[in-house]
């Protein structure tokens, strides 16, 4: 006849301990209620080796799902580099560690993660968007550093406010680097598109059928910057007139195109080749998706004919092709090598996704 449990009357406070051997040698001590004792309440205590306790706990935990391994196809990118915002936190972005296609992480100063809503019954219903304003200031490196031929970089955006503004001296293009890109006194090397900065009104707020949007008249500049030196490589030409939505559900469409011949040392001075093209003539009215962000990176082009091709003008421009600058540039003073976009406006320019393509 087995022997019945003790019932102990109360139960001694014992030292505390941390860790037990997983051997059969320790048994672990265990104090049970016995459901079908009335009041006043009945206990039970039994003992069960260690050993036996880890494999019945270990037993009803379930297995760990087998990773999903995608193909070196679907992974590879030694030509682009992309984000889309949606994998980090809102509020405050100090750290640029997400995205596809990079190898660093990125520089961020005065940016934020905001949720907004895009238009109609687009999914997902709300997604994420980096707020650049005041000074706010975003560079990532490149995977592939200096060594591109031709490149192309663009950004899916909207201006948040409601208000004509300008002079602007905003920037988007290629710097040298992170550590002194546009904003500071001491940039290294600067080259792409801004704001005319000329003492005229740079964006003025517009009614459309459906929405508002920001006139750029006069339209973004190519610009390049060394120290603190700015200088004003014109509007190129072409007609191209950006217009930014102001309202929240709708996005354009900012490109820059560069193309330099091969240069013997970073001293050696030669032409480059520049285009850019932005959402306009009517077409601001019909917001770009975020994730147009590849379609627009992958388009055919070649240096006669750039950002010129059919798609990319029925996807941002109907009214006219990209407008065109060259001159003459070098690397002296630093490596064309980082992605570079300044905000010097009180009214956030809002990014839902960037991105670089390296043609060659």
């Known amino acids: 006849m087995a022997t019945p449990p003790r019932r102990p009357k109360r139960i001694d406070q014992m030292d505390r301990i941390t860790t037990v051997a ?6 672990l001590l265990l104090v049970t209620r016995r459901l079908e004792a009335g009041p006043p309440e009945d206990w039970e205590n039994y003992s069960i080796p260690t050993s036996d306790f880890i494999t019945q706990l270990l037993a009803a935990v379930p297995a760990a799902p087998t990773p999903v391994t995608l193909p070196s196809e679907l992974t590879l990118s030694d030509n682009l580099a992309i984000e889309t915002f949606e994998d980090y936190d809102v ?12 190898t660093a992480n990125g520089v961020a100063s005065g940016l934020s993660i905001v949720s907004r809503t895009p238009f109609g019954n687009g999914s997902p219903s709300t997604h994420k968007r980096m707020s650049v304003a005041s000074g706010g200031e975003y560079g990532r490196t ?3 550093g200096d060594n591109w031929g031709s490149i192309v970089i663009c950004m899916i955006c909207r201006i948040d406010g409601s208000s004509t503004f300008g002079p602007s001296d905003f920037a988007f293009g290629l710097c040298s ?25 740079d964006a003025t707020i517009t009614a459309g059928t459906r929405m508002s949007y920001f006139n750029l008249n006069p339209s973004t500049r190519f610009k390049t910057k060394r120290a603190a030196v700015v200088t004003d490589r014109t509007a190129g030409t072409g007609s191209n007139v950006a217009r930014i939505p102001s309202t929240e559900g709708f996005l354009a469409a900012v490109m820059v195109q560069c193309d330099r011949p091969t240069f013997l040392t970073d001293s050696t001075s030669v032409t480059y080749s520049w285009a850019t093209m932005n959402t306009t003539g009517g077409r601001e009215e019909f917001p ?3 994730r147009n962000i590849f379609s627009l990176l992958e388009y055919d082009s070649s240096a006669s004919t750039p950002l ?5 003008l029925n996807e941002l421009s109907p009214a006219g092709g990209a407008r065109t600058q060259t001159w003459s540039f070098d690397q002296s003073t630093g490596k064309l090598d980082t992605l570079n976009l300044y905000w010097d406006q009180s009214q956030a320019l809002e990014v839902a996704a960037l991105g670089v393509r390296k043609i060659y």
């Open 177 to 201: 680097g992170t550590s002194a890109m546009f904003s500071s006194a001491s940039c290294l090397n600067f080259a792409g598109i801004g704001g005319a900065n000329n003492g005229a009104t």
């Open 22 to 27: 997983a051997s059969a040698a320790t048994d």
């Open 142 to 144: 490149f995977p592939w």
């Open 288 to 290: 770009v998706a975020k």
């Open 308 to 312: 010129a091709t059919l798609h990319i």
């Open 91 to 102: 509020g405050a972005l100090t750290t640029l560690d997400q995205g596809y296609g990079w």
